[in-house]
């Protein structure tokens, strides 16, 4: 009987390449490959890699722009922050990165989709979901789930079998995309102890940082960043862009006991320069184009939506009407903010709206007012009317 093959989404590191000789050995498979880029991956490096591990075919895709058109930047319009805090650079690569592997696995004729996510995470929750509701009828296999070995016993494995390792092992356990980039694991598991510097690639450290101030624009078209400084840019160029511009006034850093999934409190470090400048410019335009009623409902949805990406459910009916909702919310959502950043912070300094609903002549204190100062009279009379009636009829209350 012909061998069955198996799809496994490939990162070249040490995880996905003892994967790759497991998936043979244990489950008399072929094994085919797909690295997906969804932002800083040299594909041809790790396609030549899965080869020469034994992959049957190694296949690649440039996920960049799908990325971050169809999943960062919804994400931006909603506001999405989990726990207020990790803008969810790993949590949007996965339903992304499941797609694609269907899609592949679609092309080599593969029974199974392997990933190499471990049994404590988040990831695997998003990426079995996202698969089995793309299609149902692939298997999907977590070997590193499976065997349930420590880094020792990982790398004895590879060296027995012959699969290169990197000479220098990361420190950390870390993700990257687009978004941002995720790191745990190492020092980071105690949370009294500052993260070492080490851990960050992105971000300078205050000390590092340009004694003077950048000052830059960007332009939003419903809800969606356009231009930089007036220069229409890609997507992909304008997030990575962002990326450089911030990480290098330190701006980006963040440090999380986050709430996993499976029940755990874990300590999680992230650089997002992009994410962090995008959301407070965005939300300083919603600032000024949405009513207040707008703003706190778009509130809880953005929790919900955060819940909703965090939690690996993607792919459902409730994420699309969050999303629907959201769409209509940026109708006026245009305009362009001024941001500061320096020594580790982004301040918004300045914002302008074509449609927005800060009206100077009723903000003013200064010649030109037109608010009806005698109008609030009546206003607050009938708006404190309940507080007289409870506190004439109830005195107790007033102690
Ligand atoms: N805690 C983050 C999340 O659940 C980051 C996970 C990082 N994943 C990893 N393979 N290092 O989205």
């Known amino acids: 009987m012909a061998q069955q093959t198996i799809l496994l989404a490939y990162s070249g590191g040490l995880d996905t390449s003892v994967c790759v000789k497991w998936l043979q050995e244990k489950l008399d498979s072929q094994v085919a490959t797909l690295t997906i880029d969804l932002g800083m991956v040299d594909l041809e490096s790790i396609q030549q890699r899965a080869l020469q591990i034994g992959a049957v075919e190694a296949l690649s895709v440039n996920g960049k722009e799908t990325f971050v058109e169809n999943y960062v930047f919804p994400a931006l319009k909603a506001g999405a922050m989990y726990e207020e805090q990790y803008p969810l650079a790993t949590a949007l690569g996965r339903p992304l990165i499941a797609k694609y592997l269907v899609e592949a696995a679609r092309k080599v004729g593969a029974t199974a989709i392997a990933h190499g996510c471990t049994g404590k995470g988040n990831d695997q929750v998003r990426m079995d979901i996202s698969v089995g509701a793309l299609a149902p009828d692939l298997k999907v296999i977590a070997p590193v789930r499976e065997w ?208 927005g609903l800060y009206t100077h002549e009723l903000a003013t204190y200064d010649r030109g007012d037109t608010f009806d100062h005698r109008a609030s009279e009546g206003f607050i009379s009938i708006y404190g009317l309940p507080v007289r009636t409870q506190a004439k009829n109830q005195e107790e209350i007033l102690d």
């Open 148 to 355: 349930g070995w420590n880094r020792e016993e990982e790398i004895e494995y590879a060296k027995y079998h012959n699969i290169p390792i990197e000479e220098k092992q990361n420190r950390y356990s870390t993700d990257e995309n687009l978004w941002g980039r995720s790191i745990e694991a190492g020092d980071l598991e105690d949370p009294w102890r500052e993260p070492p510097e080490d851990a960050f690639a992105w971000t300078n450290p205050i000390n590092m940082t340009p004694d003077e101030p950048t000052y830059f624009e960007i332009s939003f078209e419903k809800g969606v960043p356009l231009t930089l400084n007036g220069e229409t840019m890609g997507s992909v160029d304008l997030v990575q862009h962002l990326n450089h511009l911030a990480g290098v006034h330190g701006v980006g850093r963040i440090d999380h006991i986050e709430n996993r999934l499976v029940g755990i409190k874990s300590r999680e470090v992230y650089e997002a320069p992009a994410a962090i400048v995008l959301h407070k410019a965005h939300m300083a335009l919603e600032s000024m184009t949405l009513s207040k009623d707008q703003v706190r409902m778009k509130q809880r949805i953005a929790q919900e939506y955060s819940d909703v990406v965090y939690n690996g459910l993607w792919f459902t009916a409730h994420r699309r009407d969050m999303d629907a909702y959201i769409e209509n919310t940026q109708t006026y959502v245009t305009g362009k903010v001024r941001i500061k950043l320096h020594k580790g912070t982004c301040y918004i300094v300045g914002r302008q709206a074509p449609k």
